[in-house]
């Protein structure tokens, strides 16, 4: 099993940015890759961005070049730096984690409004 909490999310304004963070439990040797993905209210729940254990990223096109995604894998962490945050980046933002199956944190709440 694997347990992800994740943290950083909070109101922003357009134009700011925002760092989530989230740390693994667990059985995190069995750990292959790391993502995050967000759900905003009506609309399905999309991948934002992805790393792998090899340090291969992957970005959704409506973030890329505003976002990066990074691992930590002394303190078994992962972030997600957003920048340039436009309204219609607000969603619930999920930590993901591939092993013996997708574990999924419990998600953090990113608003984006003036």
């Known amino acids: 099993q694997v347990q992800l909490v994740e943290s950083g999310g909070g109101l922003v304004q357009p134009g700011g940015s925002l760092r989530l963070s989230c740390a693994a439990s667990?059985?995190?040797?069995?750990?292959?890759?790391m993502g995050w993905y967000r759900q905003a209210p009506g609309k399905q729940r999309e991948l934002v961005a992805r790393?792998?254990?090899?340090?291969?990223?992957n970005y959704a096109d409506s973030v890329r070049g505003r976002f990066t995604i990074s691992r930590d894998n002394a303190k078994n962490t992962q972030y997600l730096q957003m920048n340039s945050l436009k309204p219609e980046d607000t969603a619930v933002y999920y930590c993901?984690?591939?092993?013996?199956?997708?574990?999924w944190g419990q998600g953090t709440q990113v608003t984006i409004s003036s």
């Open positions: 790393i792998t254990n090899g340090g291969s990223k």
């Open positions: 993901v984690a591939d092993g013996a199956r997708t574990y």
């Open positions: 667990g059985s995190i040797s069995s750990i292959t890759a």
